[in-house]
């Protein structure tokens, strides 16, 4: 299976704050990749597919890039709503959907 | 609207088998371009795909858990269907359907709910 690693695993950060998550493939998957964000005791909600495409209905303050390994999730200024926890998944090996560990995004 | 919503049992023995259920609305489980995922979470821990169906009744399983799982679909009740036998205490986690499209890209999009599931004598 394909790893995914996500870094850092929590975060502190104030509104307005950009705040920058990054994931990382153990194999190139090209731009399948995709970002997910949940809240507490929600089901995880489709930010970001395809590595860099936004999903209808989020916000533009939520942006992804990259391709290969290496991948971020931005978001440019923080809003109270964004604190959750993150989640990058590949789509690359559809015989073996995997996600990264999660990246808690708090409070400062 | 596409909504899907996980039933099953809260309480599960171990060596039980467990079946939880997919309810989904808004799209048939006959559309060519989209299946139903099951993804689980035990608490406070990462997300974990587990299988997939399409239309076309492709299955896709986790090859750590295949033995295990068994996946199936009743298109007239537009339920999914997820078996896991064999079932353990770290088994416990909330699972989760989702509608997974099957042409690229894919992505799960959305969720059901999520439904949690403890293994417990």
């Known amino acids: 299976d394909i790893q995914m690693t996500q870094s850092p695993s929590s975060l502190s950060a104030s509104v307005g704050d950009r705040v920058t998550i990054t994931c990382r493939a153990s194999?190139?998957?090209?731009?399948?990749l995709n970002w997910y964000q949940q809240k507490p005791g929600k089901a995880p909600n489709l930010l970001i597919y395809?590595?860099?495409s936004l999903q209808s209905g989020v916000p533009s303050r939520f942006s992804g890039s990259g391709s290969g390994t290496d991948f971020t999730l931005t978001i440019s200024s923080l809003q109270p709503e964004d604190f959750a926890t993150y989640y990058c998944?590949?789509?690359?090996?559809?015989?073996?959907?995997?996600f990264g560990g999660g990246t808690k995004v708090e409070i400062k | 609207q596409v909504t899907l919503k996980e039933s099953g049992p809260v309480l599960v023995k171990p060596t039980e088998t467990l079946t939880l259920t997919c309810t989904v609305s808004?799209?048939?489980?006959?559309?060519?371009?989209?299946?139903v995922s099951w993804i689980r979470q035990p608490p406070g821990k990462a997300l974990e795909w587990l299988a997939h169906?399409?239309?076309?009744?492709?299955?896709t399983y986790k090859k750590s858990l295949k033995r295990r799982l068994t996946i199936s679909k009743d298109t007239s009740k537009s339920q999914v269907v997820l078996t896991m036998t064999d079932m353990d205490p770290v088994d416990t986690a909330t699972y989760y359907c989702?509608?997974?499209?099957?042409?690229?890209?894919?992505?799960?999009?959305?969720w059901g709910q999520g439904t949690l599931v403890t293994v417990s004598s």
């Open positions: 194999q190139t998957i090209s731009t399948y």
């Open positions: 395809a590595a860099s």
């Open positions: 169906i399409f239309s076309n009744d492709e299955k």
């Open positions: 998944q590949q789509s690359y090996n559809t015989l073996g959907l995997t």
């Open positions: 989702a509608r997974i499209n099957f042409v690229e890209p894919n992505f799960f999009d959305p």
């Open positions: 808004g799209f048939s489980l006959n559309t060519a371009t989209m299946g």
